[in-house]
């Protein structure tokens, strides 16, 4: 329904709404994510700008789809979502038909969805790529209302688009009251997670000024307000602009004598209404926003004439607004209000007649609208089946949180109900799991001791099992133990409960860094599962903790072994993910504990695909995929790893898949130089991570480490690591090893670079850690030790710098890191090398050719802060970093073609010379290769560099020159 009300003018936002415009399309580059929050008070003016910004948007010719967030704690999952496609389609015309079909598709798919193998990650892939078919190629603007009561699951789809994995240019303007972000509200940890993100902007919209409190009073009066009454209008609005103008139309229409208040000022409104006017609006008011207009017809039972008399009435006095999906309230704070100003009997009146109606509406799902109103009428009892079937409807949209919600309001309905017969222990076991599952991990036990309560008598084996789950994914490690121990113990426990206990208590130790008592409780549980069938999923689990536990003692041989056996086992059984985990395990353990690199990354590699055709490419693929790109990075197949990056960005991963890829493409990143890359990559993880473990922290931290030492922020570097040491519970060390090399190097940084005081202690306990990995290591397998044995010889030799390096210790961590086949480590070790013995002045031509071939390596990976520093160094000692003729010349460029022209150059870098050749910009080759512009700014650099040109010019005339020959 049309409103027509006459429309104040936008006052004093105009810088705004270009900032805003800037943000959201002027500098968001193509595969780019941007957004912007604006948060302020009631009545400030937060929905307006949301108009005015999409209008100019789509004046610019970006896709703009707005919708709402709805008003109750308990909506429905993607609402916003949902309610903004369905406008979007409602005004295609004809001529739009292919884009009609794609936005009828995702809604079709969130009709038909049902929870798959990749859970609430397979949905919002799905739900991303739907969005990018409708875009067709175009910006897209998501605008979202009233962002304070946004669902959890959309929390989540924000969260996974702004992480910036796929192609698509999205932004999100979103408006937030911010009276309503007040204690544990979920959206502030979002909003404050989502500030560390570059292209995220969280914009205050504060009350307007007093010259703007009087253009805007004067515009709505039509001639300039009385300085006596601009006075009475800014005391009592405080510049708040809705407030501004329901004072401002008072003083037009002749209404004085007003309280001082809002409450007054909008009762006032309200009673001037005709009677059903004022009838609308409160039960308007009573509602769950948009209020269908049929909706309205049922609760205030008048004739339709009369009906849109009354509804037109409050439309034009200011307080409802008319649109075609229904009525709202021009501004929430009228049914504060009107909250105080109907009796008990008059609001319980309401809500029953809001539920009766909804229940007899034919074809239509409103669940979650019929809980809350049932509950409100004060019928519990009928509250109880809608309350449950909308918790059943939010777990089939894998919308966990929603679903917790939903079912502990039916535990309450139920407790209210009295006489209604109802399985509590069911609800409390589905209440529990949902809380599980949303990561609300302390309400899950603490539902899950009611339902033991309830039950009374012991604690079965199932129960046991299922607190040790919770238990563990709430970090509580010990007592998860326990609790499995209790489960293996139980007198009614199956021979199948046996075998799962003792499979998940081996995965447990096994994250603990326990690896003996890990591989002894996986050969339990293998003998468990021989005596029961369909045991696949314990067996591949129990295998996962034996291989690596035997791999870490002493016999890699074995472990490998049981893995592979795991493998076979899990492509017999045929599950999916049983086959993806075997592979994930056989790769980690070739990448990680062996050491063997190379048989890894094809393991990795062939996993990816063999998952991709279960249908499980997104999440369990992606990882295996991170594994082959931290495998090519060790082996210093730069360029290789990049492509394998562009391949796992196309799945669009969420969650610990995300944060996998991400630690992978941020180590390239750290390699390259690419600190803004580096950097977006890290604050995205640390979004994405929701209280991970060592497994993810450890590197996070490290990387954070290495990223802070290249920009000169020793004392940044030196903290990431204390917090790694601080907070981790794991004693894995292989992993500490790389972040007490990053510790040491930090002080010995600091201490060159003399920007930074070396702390005695931090040394101190950094070398502790190192002698205790040093212990441990010793009994491990031979490849566990040779790698802790690289590690320790970086250690040494930094801390050798805080008292004059040695050349010696450098030139043994150089020898250790070449028989691994690392380069990267190997070529810093071997500047440091040459650092020291150019600091001591001896040997210096053998300082050269250590410089010279660190440099080679160096420009062969493309690690441009290492090859500036090994440059730095010898321009300091004046020594030659190409290799002279006989004569003692350099070599000066032929201007002839010779084959090896383009030979220093990587495969990734030869890729960019080529695009280049054909005249694309840097933004346009990062498009074409998934990676960004800033990634290809360091390439071109390079390029320019290895083959002595100063031009993009020069460049493609050398491309050209040898693609003739």
Not at 481 to 509: I, N, V
Request: include cysteine; aromatic fraction near 4%.
């Amino acid at each position: 329904m049309a409103s027509d009300v006459d429309t104040a003018p936008l006052v004093g936002r105009a810088e705004l709404v270009q900032t805003v415009r800037s943000a959201l399309l002027g500098d968001v580059a193509q595969g780019q994510t941007a957004a912007v929050f604006l948060t302020g008070e009631s009545g400030v003016g937060k929905t307006r700008l949301l108009g005015e910004i999409g209008a100019r948007l789509r004046d610019q010719g970006a896709l703009v789809l707005t919708g709402s967030c709805l008003d109750i704690g308990d909506a429905s999952p993607l609402h916003p979502l949902l309610q903004a496609l369905r406008r979007f389609d409602a005004d295609l015309s004809a001529a739009q038909a292919r884009t009609s079909s794609a936005v009828r598709g995702l809604l079709q798919m969130f009709a038909d969805e049902t929870g798959g193998p990749d859970g609430a990650g397979a949905l919002l892939e799905r739900v991303s790529r739907g969005l990018h078919l409708i875009a067709e190629g175009r910006p897209l603007v998501l605008i979202l209302d009233d962002l304070q009561w946004v669902d959890r699951s959309t929390r989540q789809l924000l969260l996974y688009l702004l992480a910036g994995l796929g192609d698509l240019q999205l932004s999100v303007l979103a408006a937030v009251r911010a009276e309503s972000l007040q204690g544990a509200h979920p959206l502030r940890r979002v909003l404050t997670e989502l500030r560390r993100l570059r292209t995220v902007r969280v914009l205050d919209l504060s009350p307007l000024d007093r010259a703007g409190t009087e253009q805007l009073a004067a515009a709505v009066v039509g001639r300039t307000l009385a300085p006596d009454a601009a006075e009475q209008v800014w005391q009592r609005s405080g510049g708040n602009p809705f407030v501004i103008e329901e004072l401002a139309r008072d003083l037009r229409d002749g209404r004085d004598g007003l309280s001082e208040t809002l409450r007054e000022i909008f009762l006032d409104r309200v009673d001037a209404l005709p009677q059903h006017a004022h009838a609308v609006v409160h039960a308007v008011a009573a509602g769950v926003e948009p209020v269908q207009h049929w909706l309205l017809a049922e609760v205030l039972r008048l004739p339709e004439d009369e009906l849109i008399d009354a509804a037109r009435a409050a439309v034009a006095h200011r307080l409802l607004v008319g649109a075609d999906d229904g009525y709202r309230l021009r501004h929430r704070l009228v049914a504060e209000v009107l909250s105080h100003e109907l009796l008990p009997a008059e609001r319980s009146g309401l809500h029953r007649r809001y539920a009766e109606a909804l229940t007899a509406a034919p074809g239509e799902l409103h669940q979650a609208r019929l809980a809350h109103h049932w509950r409100l009428a004060g019928e519990p009892a009928r509250g109880l089946p809608a309350a449950v079937a909308a918790a059943q409807e939010a777990e089939r949209l894998q919308g966990y949180a929603e679903a917790h919600r939903h079912w502990t309001a039916a535990l309450h309905l139920a407790g209210d109900s009295g006489s209604v017969e109802v399985d509590r222990i069911e609800l409390l076991g589905n209440a529990a799991e949902a809380a599980h599952h949303c990561g609300e991990h302390a309400r899950a036990l603490a539902l899950l001791e009611e339902l033991a309560a309830l039950r009374g008598g012991e604690p079965s084996c199932a129960l046991h099992i299922r607190r040790a789950r919770y238990l563990a994914a709430a970090g509580r490690s010990a007592l998860a133990e326990e609790e499995y121990e209790r489960a293996l113990e139980a007198a009614d426990c199956s021979p199948r409960d046996r075998a799962a206990a003792a499979a998940r208590l081996a995965e447990l130790l096994l994250h603990l860094g326990r690896y003996a008592d890990a591989g002894e409780r996986a050969r339990e549980a293998l003998a468990l599962a021989e005596n029961v069938e369909g045991s696949a999923t314990e067996i591949v689990l129990a295998s996962s903790a034996l291989g690596f536990s035997d791999a870490f003692l002493e016999d890699p041989d074995a472990g490998l072994a049981v893995m592979r056996d795991a493998l076979d086992t899990a492509e017999r059984a045929g599950q999916p993910e049983d086959v993806a985990c075997a592979y994930l395990h056989l790769a980690e353990l070739l990448t990680g504990p062996l050491n063997i690199l190379e048989e890894g990354v094809v393991v990795a590699r062939r996993g990816a695909e063999r998952v991709a055709e279960l249908g499980l490419g997104r999440t369990w693929g992606t990882r295996l995929l991170a594994i082959a790109i931290n495998g090519l990075f060790r082996v210093g197949q730069w360029a290789e790893a990049e492509k394998v990056v562009a391949v796992a960005l196309r799945h669009r991963p969420s969650g610990a898949d995300a944060v996998e890829l991400l630690l992978a493409r941020c180590r390239l990143s750290v390699g390259y130089g690419d600190i803004e890359a580096a950097g977006r990559d890290l604050d995205a993880v640390a979004t994405l991570l929701a209280g991970g473990g060592a497994r993810h922290v450890i590197p996070l931290l490290t990387l954070r480490s290495g990223l802070a030492m290249w920009e000169g922020r020793h004392d940044v570097a030196r903290l990431a690591v204390q917090r790694g040491l601080t907070e981790s519970r794991s004693d894995d060390v292989m992993i500490l090893s790389a972040l007490v090399w990053h510790g040491l190097r930090a002080e010995a940084e600091a201490h060159a670079s003399r920007t930074v005081a070396v702390d005695p202690t931090a040394v101190r306990r950094l070398r502790d850690v190192a002698d205790r990995m040093a212990r441990k290591s010793a009994g491990a397998a031979r490849p566990v030790r040779s790698v802790v044995e690289g590690f320790l010889a970086l250690c040494a030799a930094e801390v050798s710098r805080l008292d004059g390096s040695d050349p010696e210790l450098w030139a043994t961590s150089a020898a250790e890191w070449d028989r691994r086949n690392h380069p990267y480590p190997a070529a810093y070790s071997r500047l440091r090398q040459a650092e020291a013995l150019l600091a001591r002045r001896s040997r210096v031509a053998t300082a050269g050719k250590l410089l010279r071939e660190a440099y080679r390596v160096a420009q062969g990976l493309g690690a441009v802060p290492l090859t500036s520093e090994i440059r730095e160094l010898a321009g300091r000692a004046r020594v030659p970093l190409a290799e002279r003729d006989a004569d003692g010349a350099r070599p000066v460029p032929s201007a002839e073609p010779v084959d090896d022209e383009l030979a220093a150059l990587t495969a990734r870098e030869r890729e960019v010379l080529a695009l280049v050749a054909e005249g694309l910009t840097n933004k346009e080759i990062g498009q074409r290769l998934f990676i960004s512009e800033r990634t290809i700014g360091v390439h071109v650099s390079h390029i320019f560099d290895k083959l002595q040109v100063r031009t993009r010019v020069q460049a493609s005339a050398i491309m050209l020159r040898n693609s003739r020959g």
